[in-house]
């Protein structure tokens, strides 16, 4: 059968938007990578009821493809779709460092998910490094799973323009007030213009060189700090894949929506992080307007609220940025593509023989031709040659088995 | 020289080598355009006897020679693999390797003037393999097989190294520009239009690959035939030793069809990866991913190497081989204009000829007899 | 609770965990080093975005340790 609705991504936005698509009605398929809904936000918690929508989970989809009444949605199984909602969220974006690919190193939003879906322990003792309002509720998640962390470190500096955009949204402000208070009551540190430069260890993480940064991130300064585990993030990475095999146009990392969810190609709607948006309030709203533009008018206040939000993200962008000193970090022999082992002396020697953007880097030095495809180190790679990092495309999202691939062809089927 | 692919960076090299003064002029830089989206194959196995099997024979050396003075570009004499399905296609197969071994010694006796036609550099090699050796070769080849014949002279290089090496060492200046066309004067080409201004030269090369035939002033039947090329995850040690390719490729290369033809090349490569090929289709510049295309590339690749069947896929990747009306590539003097010449169309075969390319072009543009025989590349012949 | 092996010790898991948790939660790190420097991966983003993870699972190999939900008797090696 053919549905009205796809919705790919089951976190916060694909969530809403199934859940409102199938009240108004709307014959809606969710799917998820993962064996439970709820995506990173929402992981741990209890899956909410979903009347009416054909929830599939643990389908990886790997490929979107228009057809004559709509959309393929290409996973383990293929769905069709008169309009797709393309909600995967993001991940976390992580600048290299001497170390950085030592077990006991993993992702701020990584070390979340380990706490609060998959109910463990990461470590004993941790630093939580990296830039953004994100590294406090990290920290305190960590902290009520027993772990004891040893500082947090803010690689920019408090700015007077996010203190004003904090207080034009209540809710972000209070939130902010109680993880500091908890932090406070911890006796956690919360540093700002610091950042883990280095990680030591033979196997694991042993212990981590923290230094002061200039507010252009140079480092200077340093001392060490034993810890077996460290939390990095320097904000995230929207998974735009999808949208990019359709074509659809982006700005920056993320896609271009208008104020309904639309993406610049006909019947695909985007919500969520993909589109720049940051947080799960934001993520919520959205995905309640994309069914808006399928099925009546939005409400004003759902509108108000958006654009709101969306003036959050932008003072958050502008408030934490990536400046370019973290280059100071690394050394010739830091890894800077974790897939295939690249350093930077390796992209150096690229440069020198002529690559002059990441793409021919890539070619010639093969940083980003590895399992991930670029995901954890293409923003670093971007950097490092002089450009903008903007989203690349993959044919594949996710990678498939070629007994998989197979199944498509469609001479097969007819 | 227009075009900073494989073909712009070998004769960049080899007149730079001659005492000619080169700048090169691309507007994507070192790389970017068929070089950056090809496997790497220098092959004399798919060359059907005739010209483009001398270029392919005198080029094997070259490269050979260029592995020991330059390097750096992972080459790998992994010798190739043709397998046969049926005991039909083996006979096929085998008759091809004789033709290609004949014509390879009349080429060197006559019947020209031997000064005017001087002997192919080498001969091919082609050894058959007996179905029940075949594992020899390749430890997992697929079962069923009626046998095939090893090209030992078959070898691969990483081509966007290749290309960057060939130019860095080559001293020559790389300009990262857009050509908008060629100066001209009377009858005669003086230089170039580009992005950042005129460049005057004595002489003007045309590499510029699928858009080679593009510049009004002087056009050639160039078009794009795309290709897509899949890529496995890395492997530690890839399963696949030789480059294997089932003989159907063989006709699909020279072949005319205007739709779809898909045959399986399989190699590793340095990195570990498996790269499976090939699939030739006729659709402009347009280079858009076909899943039910990649589908069946997967299903062939599948057929010869079963232990594939599990592993997975990681990216895909189009690209476009520049070919001419007569599968020939275009070398040599215009015959309309002085001073430009043309070193294109080279299909899908245009790593494996480069050198011998780049070879004929520095002798012509030095005046010089060339190696092999340049008469049936001249642009002149589509007049 | 459930158990699995890895590389033939039995790890404890809960119900719906990952494989690439329990094995962390175990004081098991890192389950296979890389092809060239060798050097030693486990979890790293525990999103399935980094594939630092991979481990064969009951004879299928290069599986995401974060995306693969641990089930009872599990053969898992690295």
């Known amino acids: ?414 | 020289m227009v075009g900073a692919g494989i073909v712009g960076a070998s004769c960049a090299y080899a007149l730079m080598r001659a005492g000619v003064r080169v700048t090169v002029v691309d507007r994507g830089g070192v790389a970017s355009g068929t070089t950056g989206a090809g496997e790497g194959n220098i092959l004399v196995s798919d060359k059907e006897p005739g010209p483009e099997l001398e270029l392919a024979l005198r080029s094997n050396d070259l490269w050979r020679e260029l592995a020991e003075e330059c390097g750096g570009f992972e080459w790998e004499p992994k010798g190739g693999l043709v397998v046969a399905e049926t005991p039909e296609v083996l006979d096929a197969l085998t008759a091809f390797a004789e033709t290609q071994r004949r014509h390879t010694r009349a080429a060197g006796a006559g019947p020209g003037d031997p000064e005017t036609t001087p002997p192919a550099s080498g001969a091919v090699a082609a050894v058959p393999v007996a179905a029940g050796n075949l594992r020899d070769f390749e430890p997992h080849i697929a079962d069923g097989l009626a046998g095939g014949l090893h090209y030992p002279q078959d070898a691969q290089v990483q081509p966007m190294l290749a290309a960057a090496r060939l130019l860095k060492a080559s001293g020559a200046r790389l300009v990262r520009t857009a050509v908008e066309r060629f100066l001209v004067s009377g009858d005669r080409v003086t230089g170039l239009r580009t992005g950042q201004g005129d460049l005057h030269a004595d002489a003007v090369v045309n590499a510029a690959g699928t858009w080679a035939g593009n510049f009004p002033q002087a056009p050639l039947p160039i078009r794009p035939r795309k290709g897509f090329i899949l890529v496995t995850q890395p492997f530690a040690v890839p399963p696949v030793r030789h480059k294997v390719y089932t003989a159907a490729y063989v006709t699909n290369v020279a072949s005319d069809a205007e739709g779809l033809e898909t045959s399986a090349v399989i190699e590793s490569t340095r990195a570990g990866t498996v790269l499976i090929g090939a699939s030739r289709q006729r659709v402009g510049h347009d280079t858009a991913i076909d899943y039910p295309v990649l589908a069946r590339l997967a299903r062939q690749a599948i057929g010869l190497f079963p232990v594939l069947k599990d592993r997975q896929v990681m990216r895909a990747y189009a690209g476009l081989r520049p070919y001419s009306p007569d599968h020939l590539p275009v070398i040599g003097p215009d015959h309309r204009l002085r001073n430009l010449f043309h070193a294109c169309g080279h299909e899908g075969a245009g790593i494996g000829l480069a050198p011998a390319t780049a070879e004929m072009i520095t002798a012509q543009i030095a005046g010089a007899r060339p190696a092999v025989d340049p008469a049936p590349f001249a642009p002149g012949r589509f007049a | 609770m459930i158990e699995f092996r890895f590389e033939g010790r039995p790890v404890a898991a809960e119900e719906g965990q990952s494989i690439g948790a329990a094995l962390h939660a175990a004081g098991i790190r890192s389950w296979r080093t890389t092809r060239f420097g060798g050097r030693p991966r486990g979890l790293f983003c525990a999103v399935g975005a980094c594939f630092d993870c991979l481990l064969t699972v009951n004879g299928t190999p290069d599986q995401r340790a974060c995306q693969t939900v641990a089930r009872a008797g599990d053969e898992v090696t690295g």
């Open chain 1, 1 to 414: 059968m053919t549905y009205d609705l796809a919705v790919v991504g089951a976190g916060p936005a694909g969530l809403t938007a199934a859940r409102v698509a199938a009240a108004r009605g709307l014959r809606v398929a969710l799917l998820d990578a993962y064996a439970k809904p709820g995506g990173q936000f929402l992981r741990g918690t209890a899956p909410p009821r979903l009347t009416g929508v054909d929830v599939m989970l643990g389908q990886r989809v790997w490929a979107v493809e228009k057809s004559s009444g709509g959309f393929r949605v290409h996973a383990s199984a293929t769905t069709t779709a008169a309009t797709l909602l393309v909600a995967t969220g993001a991940h976390d974006r992580v600048v290299p460092f001497p170390g950085w690919d030592l077990p006991g190193v993993l992702t701020a939003g990584g070390a979340q998910a380990l706490v609060k879906g998959e109910r463990i322990r990461p470590g004993e003792e941790a630093v939580v490094a990296g830039t953004g309002p994100f590294l406090l509720p990290v920290a305190v998640t960590l902290l009520d799973a027993g772990v004891r962390v040893k500082e947090v470190l803010e690689a920019n500096r408090p700015s007077p323009r996010m203190a004003a955009a904090l207080a034009r949204v209540p809710s972000k402000a209070g939130e902010a007030l109680g993880y500091a208070r908890r932090l406070a009551a911890a006796r956690v540190p919360y540093r700002t213009g610091h950042a883990v430069v280095a990680a030591h260890g033979e196997d694991s993480v042993e212990g981590v060189t923290v230094a002061r940064l200039t507010p252009g991130w140079r480092p200077y300064a340093w001392r060490t700090v034993d810890c077996d585990t460290v939390a990095v993030g320097y904000g995230f990475t929207p998974q735009v894949d999808l949208l990019l095999q359709l074509g659809c146009a982006v700005e920056g990392d993320h896609v271009v929506t208008d104020d309904r969810q639309r993406t610049s190609v006909d019947g695909v709607l985007a919500a969520g992080e993909v589109t720049g948006v940051a947080g799960a309030p934001g993520a919520v709203v959205e995905g309640a307007l994309a069914v808006h533009s399928l099925v009546g008018e939005p409400p004003p206040r759902l509108l108000a609220e958006k654009a709101r939000l969306r003036r959050f993200a932008r003072a958050l962008d502008l408030s934490y940025p990536v400046r370019d000193g973290w280059r100071d970090w690394l050394t010739p022999d830091t890894v800077v593509c974790r897939c295939e082992e690249v350093t930077l002396r390796a992209i150096d020697e690229a440069r020198d023989l002529g690559a002059h953007d990441p793409r021919t880097v890539k070619l010639l030095a093969r940083p980003g031709m590895g399992w991930c495809q670029g995901r954890m180190c293409g923003h670093a790679v971007a950097r490092l040659t002089g450009h903008e990092p903007a989203p690349q495309k993959r044919p594949f999202a996710q990678p498939i088995t070629l007994a998989d691939l197979t199944l498509h062809d469609r001479e097969d089927n007819a």
